[in-house]
Structures are given as C-alpha cells and as structure tokens.
C-alpha cells in the first residue's frame, strides 16, 4: 500500500511539475510597417507557427494581401525568411497624387548557427526576380514605382536588427517601373557572414519598401512582389570529404580482410 501511494504521489508531483513550468521562449517573429518614415498602427498580423499574414491601412496604402514564411530554428542546409506570396501594395493617394513610401520589415530570431560553418545570406525572388505593377485608371497621369528590398543576418540576435553594411553580408535589390507589367528585380552577389560563432543565436530582417510617385487623377495603382532572405550554412569539408570517401574505406578494408584470409 506505502508503494501505491509513493507512485500516486510521484505522479501527481510531476503532473504538477509539468503545468507550472514556465514554457520554452518564443522566438520573435513579427511584422513593422512604416509609411513616409512613420512606423503605422492598425497593422493586424496573426502569426501561426513559423507563417504568418498582416494586412491594415496606413496613411497612404493599403496593404491588400501580406504573408510571411520561415524555417526557424533553420537547418544545416539554410535558415530562410521570406515575405512570400506575393505581397501587395495598393496606393490610396492617387486622387491628389504625389511621392510617398511604404516599407515592411520582417524580423525573426533564434536561429542558431552551427558550429565551425559560417554562413552565407543570399536574397531571392519569386517569379524569376520580378515585381509586377498595376497603374490606376488614367493612363496619361504620371505613375511610377520603385521597389527595393534588404536582407540582414543580426548576430547580437535582436529583433529587427540592421548592421551597417559590410558588417554580416547585408543584401539589396532594387527595381522601378512606370507601366504595367513585369519588372526585374536585380540582386547583389551572395556575401559571407563570418561574425556569427558557431552556437551564436541571430536574427534575420527581412526589409521591402515600395515608393509610389503618382500624378493627380491617376487613380489607385498597386505592385507586388515575393522575396526571401537565405542564411545557408556551406556542407564541411570534412563531411563532403566522409561521404565521397566511405565507399573507398570500405573497399580497403575488404581488400584488407582477403589479405589476411590468404
């Protein structure tokens, strides 16, 4: 019986363990959306696991259909963060016209990175590199957009964290386009972030902005783009060395054996 009630306490104890310790800390994962400078309230994002969707009205626009990917905690192939299915923009000025400026900032920490690889953040775009524009009404009104796009790795793992160029392999792409249609969106070559130690947490951000300079009457115009940021972790050579040499090690020791039965 003094058995029986030992293991019914123990169970109720470690029940009571389990419900009130404290949970694992979430990575930050989470969206900014700033117009002309001015970061914007009213941006509703429901993150869900490691996707997530924002839309909302700024002062200036109207963000018509924003999602976010990641694969965070990442893997040896490469941790990945990416403004995806085609974010659209869609300007609200067009009656009175003018120049402004929509950027979104996405942001996730927590990846880790292993150890003795460094990394290399390289920045993508769906659609084969291309942003799509769509003018308001009046085609004779000035309509024009540009778009650019900035990937950052951040090893002081803060939240939206944006190191000077040069410092962790910052990424740009830009592109501009004044009708309807496709647009390339050019990116630069690949940089090498070594100042990550091997264990380190960091974050990535990924940054989109959108300037739209429309004539008055030109009506609503829209753009669109899907875009990631990629921190991949080169294979060791070590390991390319393993796999290509196994079959090899194992025809000598074959060899060995028959030796030795002669």
Known sequence: MTNRRMLCLSAVLAGAALFWA???????????????????????????????????????????NGSGSSNNPGSQGGSFLSLGTSETIESTFGATGGTHTIRVELTQTGWLAPVGSPL??????????????????????????????????????????????????????????????????????????????????FSMTDVLEFTFTLGA????????????????????AAAVLAVVGAPFLGVGAWLRRRRKVS
């Open 22 to 64: 404290p949970s694992s800390a979430q990575a930050t994962y989470t969206i900014n959306v700033y117009d002309d400078g001015v970061l914007q309230g009213g941006i509703f994002v429901l993150p869900a696991g490691n996707s997530l969707i924002f839309t909302g009205t700024t002062t200036h626009f109207s963000i018509t």
């Open 120 to 201: 290399t953040l390289t920045a993508s775009s769906a659609g084969g590199g291309q942003f799509s524009i769509i003018q308001g009404m009046n085609p004779l009104a000035n309509q024009a957009v540009t778009v650019t796009y900035e990937g950052f790795l951040d090893n002081t793992n803060t939240a939206f964290g944006q190191p000077v160029a040069g410092s962790t392999g910052v990424i740009t792409a830009s592109a501009s386009g004044s009708s309807a249609g496709a647009n390339p969106l050019v990116f630069s070559p690949s940089s090498s972030a070594n100042v990550v130690p091997g264990g380190t947490p």
């Open 217 to 236: 009457g030109s009506g609503t115009s829209s753009a669109g783009i899907s875009v990631s940021t990629v921190a991949a972790v080169p294979a060791p």
